[in-house]
């Protein structure tokens, strides 16, 4: 993944939007959520991608193909700018053995085990920010990688830690 | 095997590598033509250069001209002048005669000719180091070993040596038989001759202090020590002796069969050779600092098994606690970079734990701010105490308990007593002192004059984050962590360090503040 910062932003918002639209057509977004990491894709992800994607997407399209299936898994509301995965899986009550779960794996077991979490969250209609989703799954810099960790990692012990102290 | 005629001892010349005698040896760096001493090791190099030292400064005060340069043919005069009686035997590594001294040798009364015993078959067997079943270093290794291997052997044990058990009494310039000798000597050079030519010519200074002083030397008092019988069961008082005395400590006698020596033979000693057990090793020795630090009184500074830390030898730089020597000071004519050289072979439970030394450059502009007046060193001490203690407040109150945190897998509460986790950081405290120290010194030495104290004190604080949180980074590599836990314990961790680095480095927090804004 080759694009900056803004533009991946930009991206997302742009992809997120699309799948939102109530003119996108139900059939297709359905057929985008059914895409699973490791299954090869539908027809319409490829219409899809070469109209909505940045243009080297087939270079790591297996991450394309989860976020994408993500984002109409969550449709019409899974976009929150500003509100980070890690904020809403804690809110969510998501596990802390899933959390570390997740940011330990790789490849295909860390898109398997992102789509189940966007579920959990879809499950409780609790949209976030995709772009901490896209860097959780297009970094591939070792130092820069566990930043993105880092944060999501920060963001949802803060909150958990202070669950656990009221309660 | 007369030292004062024989080459024995191994140099390196301009013409290459050859063997010279004792007095040759000495004229040799006086005139620059000894480029180096062979075939000593380390821990034997501070020792024999201590009694290089001494043993031209105690033929200089007999003369009574000073400058070291001389011929040969003078040091052996000296050095004959110095035995007295006892003659070229005073001299020579093999005297079978046990009545008749030998080169740190005593005689032994006629009773004791009988009892003596094999002490060791090599060198190193002799040698200081009671090392534990060869994990220091390979034990008896030098057999077939050539004459000045003893010699260095001999000069190491007699001088050097601490208390070893019953039997095995300790030297007098060393704070009790458990204490050890530091060397610690600012030199212009590192290289043998000018440092022993800039050694001597500074001794003289030295001995005057020291017999101006309170102990009761003798200008025309003993030197070599080993030329008294010794029964092992008498000392003899500092009254006897010069101030530059040669010192033994135990009765051994070297053995050969004509040829070459082929083993150490010892009696053991129930009492000290030098009675001064009150002086807690403060004998007016030119290379020991005067820990001045216990309320109890003055000894001899005794170094632990951390060695050379920049503490202590930040103590030792800026007088802090500590009395220096004239040899502990440039002489007021030098100019340009010296060095603080430092050494100490520290002693353990029956073994050594290691040999310690730090040369520290302290560059021409460095050196006129550090030993000038004090009022003019007042403030950049005070400065250095203080980085020493940011450094201790930050590696005990900010990293060590992000390292626990992490290492105890983020728990509801802190273990302070928990052994593993203890263990683990003892670690990253080492790692972490290693990383400071090594900046501390060139740090101190690039701060203005006049000083910034706020401003040094901050650059210090900043330095000190990074290291911590690179060590804190290492930790999160390398410690064993609960996979269930690995995050929780790391965003943890970083809550731990950045909350407690603030508290107790706002300076810090409002700095960052400041680059936010």
């Known amino acids: ?167 | 095997m007369n030292l004062l005629t024989d080459p024995l001892v191994p140099v390196t010349t301009a013409q290459g590598q050859t063997f010279v005698n004792l007095p040759a040896l000495l004229a040799g760096l006086g005139d620059d033509t000894v480029r180096r001493i062979d075939g000593l090791q380390r821990h034997q190099e501070d020792a024999f250069h201590v009694f290089l030292c001494y043993l031209a400064g105690a033929v200089l005060a007999r003369d009574g001209d000073w400058n070291p340069v001389r011929d040969e043919a003078f040091w052996r005069d000296g050095m004959r002048f110095l035995a007295g009686d006892a003659g070229d035997d005073a001299w020579r590594l093999v005297v079978d005669d046990l009545s008749r001294p030998a080169f740190m040798q005593p005689p032994l009364p006629k009773a004791d000719h009988g009892k003596l015993k094999l002490q060791a078959e090599t060198p190193d067997a002799l040698d200081l180091l009671p090392t534990a079943k060869n994990h220091d270093l390979k034990q008896a290794r030098a057999a077939r070993a050539q004459p000045h291997e003893w010699l260095y052997a001999l000069v190491s044990l007699q001088t050097m040596s601490g208390y070893f058990g019953r039997g095995n009494p300790g030297i007098a310039r060393m704070n009790s038989g458990f204490g050890n000798r530091p060397v610690v000597e600012v030199a212009r050079s590192r290289e043998q001759a000018p440092r022993w030519r800039d050694v001597v010519l500074r001794l003289e200074a030295h001995r005057r202090q020291v017999l101006a002083g309170s102990l009761p030397f003798r200008d025309d008092g003993l030197v070599l020590v080993w030329l008294r019988f010794w029964d092992g069961k008498t000392s003899l008082s500092l009254s006897e002796l010069d101030p530059f005395f040669l010192e033994i400590c135990r009765r051994v006698r070297l053995q050969g069969d004509g040829e070459q020596i082929t083993q150490a033979a010892g009696l053991p000693s129930d009492a000290n050779r030098i009675a001064a057990k009150e002086q807690n090793g403060l004998v007016g020795d030119a290379w020991l600092p005067e820990d001045h630090s216990d309320k109890k009184g003055a000894k001899a500074l005794t170094v632990s098994a951390d060695g050379w830390t920049a503490d202590r030898l930040r103590r030792l730089l800026f007088e802090d606690g500590i009395r220096h020597t004239l040899l502990q000071k440039p002489a007021p004519d030098w100019e340009g970079d010296v060095w603080l050289l430092a050494s100490v072979l520290v002693r353990g439970q029956g073994t050594t734990d290691g040999f310690h030394e730090r040369h520290l450059l302290i560059p021409a502009q460095v050196k006129r701010r550090l030993f000038a007046p004090k009022p003019q060193v007042d403030p950049l001490a005070a400065l250095a105490k203080e980085a020493v203690e940011l450094a201790g407040l930050m590696q005990n109150r900010v990293l060590k308990p992000a390292v626990l945190v992490l290492a105890q897998g983020a728990p509801e509460k802190l273990a302070f007593d928990d052994d593993t986790t203890s263990a683990w950081w003892q670690r990253f405290a080492a790692r972490f002192g290693n990383r400071w120290s090594d900046e501390y010194f060139p740090w101190l030495w690039s701060l203005p004059d006049p000083l910034d104290r706020a401003e040094a004190r901050l650059d210090w604080a900043r330095r000190l984050k990074a290291h911590a949180e690179t060590v804190l980074h290492e930790a999160e590599r390398i410690l064993p962590q609960h996979t269930g836990r690995l995050w929780h314990a790391r965003v943890a961790a970083r809550r731990a360090f950045n909350g407690a680095l603030y508290k107790h480095f706002p300076d810090l927090k409002e700095a960052r503040h400041e680059r936010i804004a």
Request: proline share 6%.
């Open chain 1, 1 to 167: 993944m080759n694009a900056s910062p803004e533009d991946l932003a930009h991206i997302i918002a742009h992809v997120a939007g699309t799948l939102a639209s109530e003119h996108f057509p139900t059939g297709e977004r359905a057929a985008l959520r059914r895409m699973s990491p490791g299954q090869p894709p539908p027809l319409y992800f490829y219409r899809f991608a070469l109209r909505h994607l940045p243009g080297n997407w087939e270079a790591v399209e297996a991450d394309w193909v989860t976020l994408t299936a993500g984002m109409a898994l969550m449709a019409p509301n899974a976009h929150r700018p500003g509100f980070s995965l890690g904020t809403a899986l804690g809110e969510a009550g998501y596990s802390e053995g899933r959390m570390e779960r997740l940011l330990q794996s790789d490849g295909d077991t860390r898109r398997i085990l992102f789509l189940r979490a966007v579920r959990f969250l879809a499950a409780k209609a609790q949209p976030f920010d995709w772009l901490d989703g896209a860097r959780l799954l297009l970094t591939r810099d070792a130092k820069k990688r566990e930043g993105v960790h880092r944060r999501i990692a920060r963001d949802f012990y803060t909150l958990v830690d202070q669950q656990k102290k009221s309660a």
